[in-house]
T-cell receptor
Framework: QKEVEQDPGPLSVPEGAIVSLNCTYSNSAFQYFMWYRQYSRKGPELLMY????GNKEDGRFTAQVDKSSKYISLFIRDSQPSDSATYLCAPRSNAGNMLTFGGGTRLMVKP | EAQVTQNPRYLITVTGKKLTVTCSQN?????MSWYRQDPGLGLRQIYY???????DKGDVPEGYKVSRKEKRNFPLILESPSPNQTSLYFCASSFGGEAQPQHFGDGTRLSIL
């Protein structure tokens, strides 16, 4: 079993839809949770960053962490075609200096 | 403009022919790292460097070498490339470590025949 799992998709939604992207992990030591967005032919870019459990909102994006069930979510409201990309979750623990990336979920938002 | 620059962007080569992928950043970041990205496996760290002359292995270091002689540069060396090193490679940098926002280059697509 991989340490971080994501459904690879593709997830196809109409413009304006609410999107839910999810990630599960197995390492209970993970404390920091990051979401990276990767456009085609580009490197990943950091989208959101949360510490421990709870929610964090940034514009149309909300990151949610449930450490009891080891479940991470990224919600996108009013999705736009420009949101079409691959979304990678990347948790890490307090100790060490290594992120563990999920395989990514490819999202397509159709106009 | 703040950026991480990788060269070459694309390379097709043959087994056993030594190659170097260069990475340079202009943000004065201490931390730099190399990843490979393969379908279904996500990003896996190859090597990282906390500062000049300080490097360490990541998850998948076999078959690779790195050096960090200057703060801005972190080349990835494949001494004797093999087909299983065919992949998409990314260099990244940040202040203070991997938990900090990392800036990624646009990738190098390597094909080894």
């Amino acid at each position: 079993q991989k340490e971080v799992e994501q459904d690879p998709g593709p997830l196809s939604v109409p413009e304006g839809a609410i999107v839910s992207l999810n990630c599960t992990y197995s390492n209970s030591a993970f404390q920091y949770f990051m979401w990276y967005r990767q456009y085609s032919r580009k490197g990943p870019e950091l989208l959101m960053y949360t510490y421990s459990s709870g929610n964090k909102e940034d514009g149309r994006f909300t990151a949610q962490v449930d450490k009891s069930s080891k479940y991470i979510s990224l919600f996108i409201r009013d999705s736009q075609p420009s949101d079409s990309a691959t979304y990678l979750c990347a948790p890490r623990s307090n100790a060490g200096n290594m992120l563990t990336f999920g395989g990514g979920t490819r999202l397509m938002v159709k106009p | 403009e703040a950026q991480v620059t990788q060269n070459p962007r694309y390379l097709i080569t043959v087994t056993g022919k030594k190659l170097t992928v260069t990475c340079s950043q202009n943000m004065n970041h201490e931390y730099m790292s190399w990843y490979r990205q393969d379908p279904g496996l996500g990003l896996r760290q190859i090597y990282y460097s906390m500062n000049v002359e300080v490097t360490d292995k990541g998850d998948v270091p076999e078959g690779y070498k790195v050096s960090r002689k200057e703060k801005r540069n972190f080349p990835l060396i494949l001494e004797s490339p093999s087909p299983n090193q065919t992949s998409l490679y990314f260099c990244a940098s940040s202040f203070g470590g991997e938990a900090q926002p990392q800036h990624f280059g646009d990738g190098t697509r390597l094909s080894i025949l």
